[in-house]
């Protein structure tokens, strides 16, 4: 093993880029190359690379984003795609692939490694919703980020005595709404896996609160429920109308997407970025580096993407008592 490259994939996390440090510095003491590819499976199918030194990932830790850029590759996905993808990586040398970026980017490394250039994934998404791995980097962070913009929200719900509906991001996973309803004590936490009424949990929570004398009234909502079924703005108006308690819609969007990794997101990140290239500097790719607990580990990517875990209902039935 000579020379190695390292791309990040899918949205973009915080704390990609403390994983692109480690990669580069553990791998030059390695004595490896290290080829930094630009914009995700893109830059490898067109040949985008940066030649990176220790020096190329100097005051990057702290920041947010990912310096390589990211993109979602359609191209990628054909069988075409990855045969072009081997022959560039061939091109340029290269033995081995760190690949950072969610579930869908872990089904190229598969490819990838299959094909013939042994890739090894870290599971990087602020959705956390790796089935192997305990946590993602990213996640910490984008929960901070939400959990800061929802706390100003309730200043100003407090003020006019009103119902707040925030949506956060997840994709299909509830892991960021479960997460910060506790934190931010949520009338109702409404996520993808757990069926919920609206009746019930919604309207019916608001109106035993009135009773109760609360005057503001907080609503999470994954977007993972909402774009199945009603969304933020609806389910305000409906909360308005049933109950009479005037009610705004905020849908956070991408904001949870950047900002600097907080310390738990740049230490595992760190983690798995060494990890990563302890694998690959023995030629052992089709890996995805996960975390179990405290501890870092690594599985088959299929075995891995097979893989399961469940939202702690905990988090949603403490929400729900405490939110009295
Ligand atoms: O996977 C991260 C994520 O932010 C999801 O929470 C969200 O569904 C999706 O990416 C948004 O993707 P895009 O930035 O491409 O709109």
């Known amino acids: ?7 990040t994939s899918g949205g973009d996390a915080p704390g990609m880029n403390a994983a692109i440090r480690a990669v580069v510095r553990a791998g030059i003491n390695q004595g490896l190359e290290v080829l930094g590819i630009k914009k995700g499976y893109v830059g490898l199918l067109e040949g985008l690379y940066d030649e990176m030194t220790a020096r190329s990932v100097s005051d990057i830790l702290h920041r947010g984003g990912t310096i390589l850029q990211s993109a979602r590759c359609k191209e990628f996905k054909t069988q075409e795609g990855v045969q072009k993808a081997v022959e560039t990586a061939k091109e340029i040398g290269l033995d081995g692939l760190v690949v950072i970026g969610g579930d869908g980017s872990f089904r190229g490394a598969r490819d990838l490694s299959l094909a013939g250039l042994p890739t090894v994934g870290i599971p990087g998404t602020i959705d956390n919703d790796i089935g192997c791995s305990d946590y993602t980097i990213g996640f910490d962070t984008a929960l901070n980020t939400v959990q800061e913009a929802i706390d100003k929200i309730r200043d100003t719900c407090r003020s006019h005595d009103r119902c707040s509906v925030v949506e956060v991001m997840g994709r299909d996973a509830g892991y960021i709404a479960a997460y910060v309803g506790l934190s931010c004590g949520a009338e109702a936490v409404i996520v ?18 009135v009773k109760r004398g609360k005057e503001q009234h907080l609503i999470i909502v994954a977007e993972g429920v909402t774009k199945d079924n009603i969304s933020a703005i609806d389910m305000a108006k409906r909360i308005e109308e049933e109950t009479g308690v005037e009610t705004r819609a905020t849908i956070l969007g991408h904001i949870q997407r950047g900002g600097n990794p907080s310390v738990k ?18 030629g052992i790719g089709n890996r995805i580096v996960a975390t179990k607990g405290d501890d870092i580990v690594d599985y088959d990517i299929l075995e891995g993407l097979n893989m399961s875990k469940k939202l702690d209902a905990e988090l949603l039935k403490i929400s ?4 009295m």
């Open 1 to 7: 093993m000579k020379k190695i490259g390292v791309l």
């Open 265 to 282: 997101d740049r230490v595992v990140a760190s983690k798995m970025g060494y990890f990563a290239v302890e694998l690959i500097k023995e």
């Open 192 to 209: 993808p896996e757990k069926h919920f009424d609206f009746k019930k949990d919604v309207l019916q929570s608001i109106a035993e609160g």
């Open 320 to 323: 729900e008592i405490l939110s």
